[in-house]
């Protein structure tokens, strides 16, 4: 498994998911800093957490949907997967070896995030609803309750095509997951989990709107998203495995 990890890693080296690593972030932080700055003094000190908010939101399913459906394209064009029939290895730890590696990849784009973060904290006056240490924080349970959509989208890739897997992993969230996110069951909808954690970890709301001052934070709903997230991760690796096993032999 460590070598497929580290060949598939050496693989999109020189390949558009490498450079993309470095790209999202930037845009990320870029568009929330024009869209701040518009907003006055006020507006702009609250940068920080309107990144971090539009990151759970949109750009870590963009990500995600990216990183992974590149990952199936890349390797079908170039060999239809035949390079793991020839070596005989246990398919199932080839397809652990892609997930791991897609999400090392969305894990260190998200500390390239937390970085830009840290060192516009330097010259602008945020963030100024949270601590810096929250905003991390923030950041890693985006990641952690988002890994669920990593053996998804490898899984949906294969049986659709790249633009199909990003369109739904890229909507759902933004038109359902916002939707279903004001009812009482939003933990009935996956896309939901790292929504939902947004509220009481940047005290803005979905929309971007920061939260009054007589909120009261619902930390419940931080564990029930990780607890959910991390337990549907593990479930769709092992059929994400099985259905890679099936599909490529």
Same mark, same amino acid.
């Given at each position: 498994?460590?070598?497929?990890?580290?060949?598939? %890693?050496?693989?999109?080296?020189?390949?558009?998911?490498?450079?993309?690593?470095?790209?999202?972030?930037?845009?990320?932080?870029?568009?929330?800093?024009?869209?701040?700055? %518009?907003?006055?003094?006020?507006?702009?000190?609250?940068?920080?957490?309107?990144?971090?908010?539009?990151?759970?939101?949109?750009?870590?399913?963009?990500?995600?949907?990216?990183?992974?459906?590149?990952?199936?394209?890349?390797?079908?064009?170039?060999?239809?997967?035949?390079?793991?029939?020839?070596?005989?290895?246990?398919?199932?730890?080839?397809?652990?070896?892609?997930?791991?590696?897609?999400?090392?990849?969305?894990?260190?784009?998200?500390?390239?995030?937390?970085?830009?973060?840290?060192?516009?904290?330097?010259?602008?006056?945020?963030?100024?609803?949270?601590?810096?240490?929250?905003?991390?924080?923030?950041?890693?349970l985006i990641w952690l309750t988002t890994l669920w959509q990593i053996p998804f989208? %490898?899984?949906?890739?294969?049986?659709?095509?790249?633009?199909?897997?990003?369109?739904?992993?890229?909507?759902?969230?933004?038109?359902?997951?916002?939707?279903?996110?004001?009812?009482?069951?939003?933990? %009935?909808?996956?896309?939901?989990?790292?929504?939902?954690?947004?509220?009481?970890?940047?005290?803005?709301?979905?929309?971007?709107?920061?939260?009054?001052?007589?909120?009261?934070?619902?930390?419940?709903?931080?564990?029930?998203?990780?607890?959910?997230?991390?337990?549907?991760?593990?479930?769709?690796?092992?059929?994400?495995?099985?259905?890679?096993?099936?599909?490529?032999?």
């Amino acid at each position: 498994m460590k070598q497929v990890f580290l060949s598939n %890693l050496i693989k999109i080296k020189n390949t558009s998911i490498f450079r993309l690593i470095f790209i999202f972030p930037f845009i990320c932080v870029i568009l929330s800093l024009l869209f701040s700055s %518009l907003g006055g003094k006020e507006v702009l000190s609250l940068t920080a957490e309107t990144t971090v908010n539009q990151w759970g939101v949109i750009w870590i399913n963009v990500i995600i949907a990216v990183n992974s459906a590149l990952l199936n394209k890349l390797e079908l064009d170039s060999n239809k997967y035949s390079v793991y029939l020839s070596r005989n290895v246990n398919l199932k730890k080839v397809e652990y070896a892609r997930i791991i590696l897609v999400a090392f990849l969305n894990l260190i784009i998200s500390m390239i995030l937390s970085l830009i973060l840290i060192l516009m904290g330097l010259i602008l006056p945020t963030p100024s609803l949270i601590s810096i240490c929250r905003m991390l924080l923030t950041i890693l349970l985006i990641w952690l309750t988002t890994l669920w959509q990593i053996p998804f989208i %490898l899984w949906l890739s294969r049986k659709t095509n790249l633009y199909f897997a990003m369109i739904i992993n890229t909507l759902s969230p933004l038109i359902i997951g916002t939707s279903f996110s004001l009812l009482d069951t939003w933990y %009935l909808f996956p896309y939901d989990w790292s929504l939902k954690l947004l509220e009481p970890m940047t005290k803005m709301r979905i929309n971007g709107i920061p939260i009054g001052s007589e909120y009261i934070p619902d930390y419940s709903m931080i564990f029930v998203s990780f607890f959910l997230g991390i337990t549907f991760f593990i479930l769709l690796v092992e059929l994400s495995a099985i259905s890679f096993k099936r599909q490529v032999k």
